[in-house]
């Protein structure tokens, strides 16, 4: 960076106040860390089955607030867990583990499948622009001491009990269960949301550590306290929070399916043990349906990152259509507006690689700053992109995309390429330009878009760039 470009780019002093929609407390709230350095926790996919589009959405949302934080000037510890065990077919601890499961079916060792899984996972993050570097990816099966040892204290406080299956948490004894959300429990029937455990002491209560069944044999299993078996989901979130991060943590993320249980129930048994805070901020992200239904292996509408590319969009296609909804907002994917969404984002490159160099647009910026401030408003941030675009120089369109995340490299110097034959066609055309056989000249341009390419005549002569 020169000096100049160092000297134009807003200070975070000039930056408007961040404000985050806090599912805590239900407002907007300005964003002010516990200890200056931020602390930041998205949970992270169950590895016991390839992540669809829809599992993706978190993982760009939490990497939009770890850029905007950064842009603002904080320091961010970011954790991704990777659940490995625990999590079972239901999430409110009912059924086989999830892990446990597909291994059976494939005939393969769990972990195996949970090391296969999780490279696919991490390629995915790649392709969507999100840097692995600057996160820590732990693993639930290297924390089972931990996890142990916050269930013993939990016992040794008056939290936990044992029934036939497992340690459970005793609800009742934390009278702010279904803070978060303000769920109501009274009006959740026992059994509405899983089959009813007859002896849990309360219909709310959830496993801290489940029991391996008598004369089975489980993939992954370790020696406690109260008997052989494995870690419930929640408490491994938790383990790995204290562990890695501390006592008390400023953001906590997941989807809205983590509100009513899994994070109620990480508040629970994390404030029951140190009685403060356990996150300041609680943000989550909704739901994607494709073509208007719920993304579901028995409707065969599961779709992948890998299908994307397969189809000849830009895997940043469906980073760029995430940012088009507020994150807090339901969003439906269809091919035509992934489609829409890559033919926007090949415009953008475009631009950026023609544009010319130049100082910062500070008043532009502030616009820009001020939609991101807003709950991260990308909608409006990239509404004002395209508003001002043919006024944008490269320099201010990079500091966008310190935010957005877009402007992929790779991409961009593939769509620099121009097949020998396209440029042939341009070269003819051109020649039929000259010698104003316009008849000519308009039909090798629609060749030339036949084979996915624009021709834009300029001053300097014909450019060619990607549809």
């Known amino acids: ?122 390629q995915d993050l790649d392709e969507l622009g999100i840097e692995r570097t600057k996160i820590e990816f732990p693993r639930a099966t290297q924390y089972i001491d931990q996890q142990i040892a916050l269930v013993k204290g939990l016992e040794e406080k008056g939290y936990a009990y044992k029934i036939s299956d497992g340690m459970y948490f005793d609800t009742a004894k934390f009278p702010q269960y279904g803070k978060l959300g303000h769920i109501d429990l009274k009006g959740l029937e026992a059994g509405a949301r899983v089959e009813e455990n007859m002896e849990k002491r309360n219909p709310h209560d959830f496993a801290l550590w489940k029991f391996s069944k008598t004369g089975e044999k489980r993939q992954q299993e370790w020696k406690s306290p109260w008997g052989k078996g494995f870690p419930g989901w929640h408490i491994e979130c938790t383990a790995m929070i204290f562990e890695i991060l501390g006592k008390q943590i400023d953001i906590h993320t997941g989807g809205v399916d983590h509100i009513p249980v899994h994070h109620n129930n990480e508040i629970a048994q994390a404030e029951a043990l140190t009685h403060k805070q356990y996150a300041k901020y609680w943000m989550h992200n909704e739901h994607i349906t494709i073509e208007g239904k719920k993304i579901s292996k028995s409707l065969g509408n599961t779709v992948y990152l890998q299908q994307l590319t397969d189809k000849g969009f830009s895997p940043r296609s469906l980073r760029y259509w995430f940012l088009t909804s507020h994150y807090r907002t339901p969003a439906n994917f269809t091919w035509e507006a992934i489609e829409g969404a890559n033919t926007a984002l090949r415009r953008l490159m475009t631009h950026y690689h023609e544009a010319p160099a130049g100082r910062v647009d500070q008043d532009f910026m502030q616009k820009f700053y001020t939609a991101i401030a807003n709950d991260l408003d990308t909608p409006k941030a990239l509404a004002l992109v395209w508003e001002n675009i043919k006024m944008l120089n490269k320099q201010t369109l990079a500091q966008a995309d310190k935010v957005l995340g877009l402007l992929d490299s790779k991409q961009q110097k593939e769509m620099t390429v121009i097949p020998d034959e396209v440029q042939a066609l341009a070269n003819e055309r051109e020649e039929a330009r000259t010698a104003k056989n316009f008849a000519r000249s308009d039909e090798l341009r629609q060749a030339i878009e036949d084979k996915g390419f624009m021709v834009k005549d300029t001053s300097e002569g014909p450019k060619l760039s990607k549809k």
């Open 1 to 122: 960076m020169s000096f100049l470009d160092f000297f134009f780019t807003l200070k975070p002093s000039n930056l408007p106040p961040l404000e985050f929609k806090n599912t805590l407390s239900g407002n907007l709230e300005v964003f002010e860390p516990i200890n200056g350095a931020v602390k930041m926790y998205n949970c992270g996919p169950t590895v016991y089955d390839r992540q669809h589009i829809g599992n993706m959405r978190p993982y760009v949302f939490a990497d939009l607030i770890r850029r905007t934080l950064a842009v603002w000037g904080f320091k961010v510890k970011q954790v991704i867990n990777i659940t490995d065990v625990g999590h079972l077919v239901s999430d409110a601890d009912e059924g086989e583990d999830k892990m446990e499961k597909s291994a059976k079916a494939a005939g393969r060792k769990a972990q195996d499948i949970a090391k296969e899984i999780t490279e696919l996972f991490f």
